[in-house]
């Protein structure tokens, strides 16, 4: 989409090399006694220190329906579209690469912190009304992204206060289990 792009531009100019980013991870996973179901998260950020985060992105003006709950992107015609939710998205993501990382043997020896986020780089989010289950910590808006790098450690920070992230030997072994496209970072590819 035009707003993982616009994303995808703003991590590779403005993240340090010290942060790992992979987007379009798709995933595979399976809940007791369910069947498996197939997902995808937009971006995942890693810091060897700060953690993990798991980013949803949805561009364009974006609303959610108080009563109701549901989620809307309004197009550049002024008509509204429905859209999953992006905070169940997010954590949806999280909860199966958490259990990527637990399963395989080469990350099942670190701890993680993890977390989740959405994205909304097209609109600022102090004029709406997102619920209680979507903190304003945990969305990076129009405003927010105008410092990616601020934006995205804090809310590593607002998910892992009271932890220290794996390190860098974990973060290594971390993606070579979450697949995707790995964005280059401070001239790193």
């Not at 703003?10 to 980013?21: G, N």
């Not at 890693?46 to 329906?65: F, N, S, Y």
């Not at 390190?167 to 072994?173: I, K, M």
Request: charged share 25%; aromatic share 8%; proline share 5%.
């Amino acid at each position: 989409s035009a707003a993982e792009r616009q994303l995808y531009g703003l991590f590779e100019r403005d993240l340090p090399a010290d942060f790992s980013v992979i987007h379009q991870v798709r995933w595979l996973g399976a809940s007791r006694g369910r069947s498996p179901r197939d997902g995808e998260a937009d971006f995942v950020v890693a810091h060897p220190r700060l953690g993990v985060v798991v980013l949803e992105v949805k561009g364009g003006t974006i609303g959610r329906d108080g009563s109701t709950g549901a989620w809307y992107s309004r197009d550049h015609f002024g008509r509204d579209h429905r859209i999953q939710d992006p905070f169940n998205q997010a954590t949806r993501s999280m909860h199966a690469l958490i259990s990527k990382c637990r399963d395989a043997p080469s990350t099942a020896l670190y701890h993680y912190g993890f977390g989740h986020a959405v994205a909304f780089p097209d609109v600022r989010i102090d004029s709406l009304h997102l619920g209680v289950d979507a903190p304003p910590e945990t969305v990076l808006d129009a405003a927010k992204l105008s410092d990616p790098r601020g934006a995205i450690e804090g809310v590593l920070r607002y998910w892992n206060r009271d932890q220290q992230g794996p390190g860098a030997e974990a973060v290594r072994d971390r993606k070579s289990v979450v697949q995707g496209k790995r964005v280059g970072l401070g001239g790193r590819r």
